[in-house]
């Protein structure tokens, strides 16, 4: 088998809830060896996609390959070789940490009882939990069963880990725990598929970047694909906005604010050094001249909106 | 994947506390018919009588007991908890994207059933028979038909009445098993699985009723009383047999289509 | 694994599949019984000389009654004072009660009948009878004297261990009954207990009888009666079937007597001595004792013209009759018992009957498809198999 150039990609991917679509057609392309930050306001369908890719729901339209093969129908290859956090962890609250880890190994179908106690010991060294292996999962923390969760998807060695929020409910230092965690994945070679509804964790270690908004894919790409794609700025500070105002919108860039003596307008493929001649030869004082690039909130509020509230 | 679901299932307080109170129904018997000196012949549930005279038949006399309510009730919780039970602590989508597989662990979730059903049926003969033999003096077995048997046949014909009663239990486990793919709710496919387990006898004591009760599953649960007749009447048992086949049959397979084609939100 | 739409619904028609299957399996036997064997013509004459004709000494087989007189389900509704005994007579007036019976000759019989969780057992070999009632562990043991007569003379001891009358037993008994009263005639061979058989149908020419008609299936090779069947007017089911549904012609093994096993209750009763016979039978120290209710019951009504076709009446457990009349005949004949007091509270009768009045007084009816039973208040007992207003015309003039 060719090693294929996408570790997850899906054409038209359609998922209907009665009427309501949660995911609406969207078309992914995550490229092996990314970490793709898979980013959207809760209730935009991240997690839909995430169930439809690993085969939990029926996806009412399109199709979806996972490391190159078409799903769901090869989920039985396919599936051991991905690790997944799902909506949170969970576990049977009866049992200790690596009875739980034993069950779900045992659950699979290339369950490898030689090795088990091996892998155990190690996903759970991995993320820090060996000394309260033994202890029931009754009693551990909230981010003790993240953790867990994730020594879950650890137990064997994955080329796609698939994490839904996986620095949900963590303290601070777990949470850079999981990002050097994932880190390192990466840099074994696995491709990492993070949701987050948290611009500044997906900022700090993806690679690409896709956004949702009300079961649409709004955007995708590497970071600095999507920055440009939000559109750089020109910011002017003269002493006449307004006859600079008037210039640029001459030259054609849209967007024009005056505030005082800045005046702010999207350049849009035009060049700053065209536009600072133009002002200058109209007679316009410019004191300084700079094109800014968007930060990644920009692009995100610019493509899903502002404020907090739920999408639907 | 067997051994660790039974290992998952049997470790929990809640089974573990269903188990010991179903040893303790029989011991209980004994212990009543011990401490009042036994009651008079024909008196109280069948075999109750034979108790104070041979402790082995607090066994079966814990069996005919348990069978009404008790064991249905038991076999509901644990049927019924089966998938819903999964869905609502979350652990079936870790389960599928294991992958276990849709049908292999429905198959799976049946067996254990099937293995907690044989696990109830052996504690109430075996709480049975230790505490008969505790309390009581044991010896030759005497039949229904008035017939006499060795102690060791006549443990050995309990311990297979109990059996028949396990295999007696699996129409019922396997409506429940569909009623749990039905449901994120466990309390909600336990009590409607024990809620079909009324009906069921309801109906099978309502002479109205009387063209369908050979349908009804509950219909043959004293047929394991057969076995303790000389020679053993094998009709009722092999119609049991029959119709919890048939349930199983045609329940399975509805968990079946039911589960495999799911969409897993919990 | 979720596959396509059409393809997860088509996963529905598994289930509805295997539950065709089952149907079908279920139901073949009954279809493919409608078959009917292949028979020469006979007439009604040929048949009955068939039966009386008809020498099978040894046999073995399963049979079955099934009662369905339309009244509730009376042992049900008795309280649980009541549950357990093994041998309620009330017992049979509903439901399927099945029973195993091996005969070898009239000095060697034994027949069982398993109940829930319970079996009663009757023993006879020769001069000694046993009957085994699981619940209690009781056993009677009857001596019978040593020149027992013919297993058919009415005059035999009543205390004879034959607790449920057989299928043959009961035919023959009705056969000797034809009457001008009565229509007879020969319907299509069928099978029962998997053999081939004429039908015999009685139907009584008199409107005020309940009974629409008899049929008594008779074993086509050897004349053996094997099911009785008791039609209602206006029911197309019958209200009665007495039947084999299994039976082997061959001599039964197996032994006839029966050895009371340890921690049994065992009354002898010895019946080779005439004062104690009359002395078991004037004492009733078991109001409920099951074990003496159909045996005397049977008697009784053998004393009656032999109607033997009737369900057991709850009379067993009353205290005996002070006098006895029968008026009417044959089909419509009604039984006049004065003086006997009934348990009707305790048998559920009272939820059972209706109040009835008339010019003969008052009473409460007891109505089923076939018999009907009038409590009058007076004491009087009259009961027949003709409609209410036949019995109550015969308990005005009577």
Redesign the interface.
């Given at each position: 088998m060719t090693t294929p150039a996408l570790a997850i990609e899906t054409s038209g991917l359609t998922k209907r809830f009665g009427d309501m679509a949660a995911v609406d057609g969207i078309d992914l392309a995550v490229p092996v060896g990314s970490v793709f930050g898979f980013l959207g306001p809760n209730g935009s369908g991240k997690t839909t996609t995430i169930?439809v890719l690993?085969?939990?729901?029926?996806a009412s339209e399109g199709s979806w390959q996972v490391l190159g093969r078409s799903m769901?129908?090869a989920?039985?290859d396919v599936?051991?070789d991905?690790g997944?956090l799902?909506?949170?962890?969970?576990?049977?609250?009866?049992?200790t940490g690596r009875?739980n880890l034993?069950?779900?190994d045992?659950?699979?179908?290339d369950?490898q009882r030689s090795t088990r106690r091996q892998r155990i010991d190690d996903a759970l060294a991995r993320v820090g939990l060996t000394a309260v292996a033994n202890k029931k999962v009754r009693a551990y923390s909230f981010g003790m069963r993240q953790r867990l969760g994730l020594a879950?998807a650890l137990l064997r060695p994955r080329q796609l880990l698939i994490l839904d929020e996986p620095t949900n409910g963590m303290d601070p230092q777990g949470t850079r725990e999981i990002r050097n965690l994932t880190k390192e994945l990466a840099a074994e070679g696995a491709t990492v598929f993070l949701s987050s509804h948290l611009l500044s964790e997906v900022e700090q270690i993806c690679s690409h970047v896709a956004v949702m908004s009300l079961g649409k894919l709004l955007a995708q790409g590497t970071i600095a694909e999507l920055q440009a794609a939000g559109g750089t700025k020109l910011r002017v500070e003269t002493d006449d906005a307004a006859l600079a105002a008037q210039i640029l919108e001459r030259l054609g860039l849209a967007e024009l604010t005056v505030d005082g003596t800045t005046v702010l307008a999207r350049l849009d493929g035009h060049r700053p050094e065209d536009c600072n001649r133009e002002l200058v030869m109209a007679g316009v004082g410019v004191r300084s001249l700079s094109a800014i690039h968007p930060t990644l909130e920009d692009t995100f509020v610019a493509l899903t909106g502002e404020g907090f509230d739920v999408a639907r | 994947m067997l051994l660790a679901e039974l290992a998952t299932l049997f470790r929990r307080l809640r089974v573990k506390v269903l188990l010991g109170v179903l040893a303790a129904i029989p011991a209980a018997l004994a212990l009543a018919v011990y401490l009042s000196g036994g009651p008079s012949s024909g008196r109280g549930p069948t075999f109750l009588d034979q108790v104070s005279h041979n402790g082995m038949f607090a066994a079966l006399a814990g069996l005919t007991v348990a069978i009404p309510f008790f064991l249905p009730l038991v076999v509901a919780v644990v049927s019924g908890d089966a998938i819903a039970g999964e869905a609502n602590l979350g652990t079936l989508r870790y389960l599928l994207t294991r992958p276990s597989g849709r049908t292999r662990l429905l198959a799976t979730k049946a067996a254990t059933v099937a293995v907690f059903c044989l696990a109830a049926t052996v504690a109430v003969a075996l709480g049975g028979l230790i505490a008969g033999v505790i309390l009581f003096p044991i010896g030759k077995v005497v039949t229904l038909s008035g017939t006499t048997i060795s102690l060791l046949e006549g443990i050995a014909r309990t311990f297979a009445a109990a059996g028949i009663v396990a295999a007696s239990l699996l129409g019922l486990a396997s409506i429940g098993l569909f009623v749990s793919t039905l449901t994120d709710a466990p309390v909600g496919a336990m009590a409607a699985t024990a809620g079909f387990a009324v009906l069921s006898a309801v109906l099978d004591n309502v002479p109205q009723t009387r063209a369908i009760h050979p349908w009804l599953f509950t219909h043959h649960w004293l047929a394991f009383g057969d076995l303790l007749r000389s020679p053993v009447r094998w009709t009722d048992i092999v119609a049991d047999l029959r119709l919890q086949l048939g349930y199983i049959a045609v329940f399975a397979t509805m968990a079946w289509a039911r589960f495999s084609t799911k969409d897993v939100l919990a | 694994m979720p596959a396509s739409r059409r393809a997860r619904r088509l996963r529905w028609l598994v289930p509805v599949a295997v539950a065709a299957a089952i149907s079908l399996l279920a139901f073949l036997p009954t279809l493919s019984s409608a078959a009917t064997p292949d028979l020469p013509r006979i007439t009604a004459e040929q048949l009955v000389a068939k039966v009386k004709q008809s020498n099978v000494q040894a046999f073995s087989g399963t049979f079955q009654l099934t009662s369905d007189l339309g009244i509730p389900n009376i042992s049900s509704l008795q309280g649980a004072a009541q549950q357990g005994t093994g041998l309620n007579p009330v017992d049979f007036l509903s439901g399927t009660h099945t029973a195993t019976i091996a005969v070898d000759g009239p000095d060697r019989q034994r027949v069982s009948m398993p109940g829930s969780l319970n079996e009663v057992d009757a023993f006879h070999d020769g001069s000694n009878a046993w009957l085994w009632q699981s619940d209690g562990h009781t056993v009677t043991h009857y001596i019978l004297p040593a020149d027992k007569p013919d297993a058919n003379d009415a005059s035999k001891p009543p205390e004879a261990p034959e607790p449920v009358r057989t299928p043959d037993d009961m035919a023959k008994k009705l056969l000797d009954q034809i009457t001008p009263s009565t229509n007879v005639s020969v319907t299509t061979p069928d099978y029962v207990a998997d053999k081939a058989v004429y039908e015999l149908v009685l139907a009584p020419h008199s409107a005020d009888s309940t009974i629409d008609h008899v049929g008594i299936a008779v074993d086509a090779h050897n004349g053996m009666p094997l099911e009785v069947t008791v039609v209602p007017k206006g029911q197309t089911k019958p209200a009665i079937d007495l039947g084999f549904t299994k039976i082997d012609y061959s001599k039964p093994g197996g032994s006839f007597s029966f050895t009371p096993p340890p921690g049994s209750t065992v009354t002898t009763k010895d019946l080779t001595k005439k004062g104690d016979h009359a002395g078991a039978d004037a004492q009733k120290p078991e109001p409920i004792n099951p074990a003496a209710g159909p045996l005397k019951m049977t008697h009784r009504v053998h004393g009656h013209h032999g109607e033997a076709m009737g369900p057991e009446m709850p009379m067993p457990t009353a205290s005996g009759p002070e006098s006895t009349k029968v008026v009417g005949d044959d089909w419509t004949q009604v039984i006049i018992a004065s003086g006997v007091q009934l348990p009707v509270r305790g048998f559920g009768l009272r939820e059972a009957s209706t109040p009835v009045s008339g010019a003969w007084g008052s009473g409460r009816l007891l109505h089923t498809s076939l018999a009907n039973v009038l409590f009058l208040s007076d004491g009087r007992i009259a009961a027949g198999f003709v409609n209410a207003s036949a019995l109550e015309a015969a308990v005005a003039h009577g």
């Amino acid at each position: 088998m060719t090693t294929p150039a996408l570790a997850i990609e899906t054409s038209g991917l359609t998922k209907r809830f009665g009427d309501m679509a949660a995911v609406d057609g969207i078309d992914l392309a995550v490229p092996v060896g990314s970490v793709f930050g898979f980013l959207g306001p809760n209730g935009s369908g991240k997690t839909t996609t995430i169930r439809v890719l690993l085969g939990l729901i029926n996806a009412s339209e399109g199709s979806w390959q996972v490391l190159g093969r078409s799903m769901p129908d090869a989920a039985r290859d396919v599936l051991p070789d991905v690790g997944a956090l799902i909506e949170g962890p969970a576990f049977y609250p009866w049992l200790t940490g690596r009875q739980n880890l034993v069950r779900f190994d045992a659950a699979g179908p290339d369950a490898q009882r030689s090795t088990r106690r091996q892998r155990i010991d190690d996903a759970l060294a991995r993320v820090g939990l060996t000394a309260v292996a033994n202890k029931k999962v009754r009693a551990y923390s909230f981010g003790m069963r993240q953790r867990l969760g994730l020594a879950m998807a650890l137990l064997r060695p994955r080329q796609l880990l698939i994490l839904d929020e996986p620095t949900n409910g963590m303290d601070p230092q777990g949470t850079r725990e999981i990002r050097n965690l994932t880190k390192e994945l990466a840099a074994e070679g696995a491709t990492v598929f993070l949701s987050s509804h948290l611009l500044s964790e997906v900022e700090q270690i993806c690679s690409h970047v896709a956004v949702m908004s009300l079961g649409k894919l709004l955007a995708q790409g590497t970071i600095a694909e999507l920055q440009a794609a939000g559109g750089t700025k020109l910011r002017v500070e003269t002493d006449d906005a307004a006859l600079a105002a008037q210039i640029l919108e001459r030259l054609g860039l849209a967007e024009l604010t005056v505030d005082g003596t800045t005046v702010l307008a999207r350049l849009d493929g035009h060049r700053p050094e065209d536009c600072n001649r133009e002002l200058v030869m109209a007679g316009v004082g410019v004191r300084s001249l700079s094109a800014i690039h968007p930060t990644l909130e920009d692009t995100f509020v610019a493509l899903t909106g502002e404020g907090f509230d739920v999408a639907r | 994947m067997l051994l660790a679901e039974l290992a998952t299932l049997f470790r929990r307080l809640r089974v573990k506390v269903l188990l010991g109170v179903l040893a303790a129904i029989p011991a209980a018997l004994a212990l009543a018919v011990y401490l009042s000196g036994g009651p008079s012949s024909g008196r109280g549930p069948t075999f109750l009588d034979q108790v104070s005279h041979n402790g082995m038949f607090a066994a079966l006399a814990g069996l005919t007991v348990a069978i009404p309510f008790f064991l249905p009730l038991v076999v509901a919780v644990v049927s019924g908890d089966a998938i819903a039970g999964e869905a609502n602590l979350g652990t079936l989508r870790y389960l599928l994207t294991r992958p276990s597989g849709r049908t292999r662990l429905l198959a799976t979730k049946a067996a254990t059933v099937a293995v907690f059903c044989l696990a109830a049926t052996v504690a109430v003969a075996l709480g049975g028979l230790i505490a008969g033999v505790i309390l009581f003096p044991i010896g030759k077995v005497v039949t229904l038909s008035g017939t006499t048997i060795s102690l060791l046949e006549g443990i050995a014909r309990t311990f297979a009445a109990a059996g028949i009663v396990a295999a007696s239990l699996l129409g019922l486990a396997s409506i429940g098993l569909f009623v749990s793919t039905l449901t994120d709710a466990p309390v909600g496919a336990m009590a409607a699985t024990a809620g079909f387990a009324v009906l069921s006898a309801v109906l099978d004591n309502v002479p109205q009723t009387r063209a369908i009760h050979p349908w009804l599953f509950t219909h043959h649960w004293l047929a394991f009383g057969d076995l303790l007749r000389s020679p053993v009447r094998w009709t009722d048992i092999v119609a049991d047999l029959r119709l919890q086949l048939g349930y199983i049959a045609v329940f399975a397979t509805m968990a079946w289509a039911r589960f495999s084609t799911k969409d897993v939100l919990a | 694994m979720p596959a396509s739409r059409r393809a997860r619904r088509l996963r529905w028609l598994v289930p509805v599949a295997v539950a065709a299957a089952i149907s079908l399996l279920a139901f073949l036997p009954t279809l493919s019984s409608a078959a009917t064997p292949d028979l020469p013509r006979i007439t009604a004459e040929q048949l009955v000389a068939k039966v009386k004709q008809s020498n099978v000494q040894a046999f073995s087989g399963t049979f079955q009654l099934t009662s369905d007189l339309g009244i509730p389900n009376i042992s049900s509704l008795q309280g649980a004072a009541q549950q357990g005994t093994g041998l309620n007579p009330v017992d049979f007036l509903s439901g399927t009660h099945t029973a195993t019976i091996a005969v070898d000759g009239p000095d060697r019989q034994r027949v069982s009948m398993p109940g829930s969780l319970n079996e009663v057992d009757a023993f006879h070999d020769g001069s000694n009878a046993w009957l085994w009632q699981s619940d209690g562990h009781t056993v009677t043991h009857y001596i019978l004297p040593a020149d027992k007569p013919d297993a058919n003379d009415a005059s035999k001891p009543p205390e004879a261990p034959e607790p449920v009358r057989t299928p043959d037993d009961m035919a023959k008994k009705l056969l000797d009954q034809i009457t001008p009263s009565t229509n007879v005639s020969v319907t299509t061979p069928d099978y029962v207990a998997d053999k081939a058989v004429y039908e015999l149908v009685l139907a009584p020419h008199s409107a005020d009888s309940t009974i629409d008609h008899v049929g008594i299936a008779v074993d086509a090779h050897n004349g053996m009666p094997l099911e009785v069947t008791v039609v209602p007017k206006g029911q197309t089911k019958p209200a009665i079937d007495l039947g084999f549904t299994k039976i082997d012609y061959s001599k039964p093994g197996g032994s006839f007597s029966f050895t009371p096993p340890p921690g049994s209750t065992v009354t002898t009763k010895d019946l080779t001595k005439k004062g104690d016979h009359a002395g078991a039978d004037a004492q009733k120290p078991e109001p409920i004792n099951p074990a003496a209710g159909p045996l005397k019951m049977t008697h009784r009504v053998h004393g009656h013209h032999g109607e033997a076709m009737g369900p057991e009446m709850p009379m067993p457990t009353a205290s005996g009759p002070e006098s006895t009349k029968v008026v009417g005949d044959d089909w419509t004949q009604v039984i006049i018992a004065s003086g006997v007091q009934l348990p009707v509270r305790g048998f559920g009768l009272r939820e059972a009957s209706t109040p009835v009045s008339g010019a003969w007084g008052s009473g409460r009816l007891l109505h089923t498809s076939l018999a009907n039973v009038l409590f009058l208040s007076d004491g009087r007992i009259a009961a027949g198999f003709v409609n209410a207003s036949a019995l109550e015309a015969a308990v005005a003039h009577g």
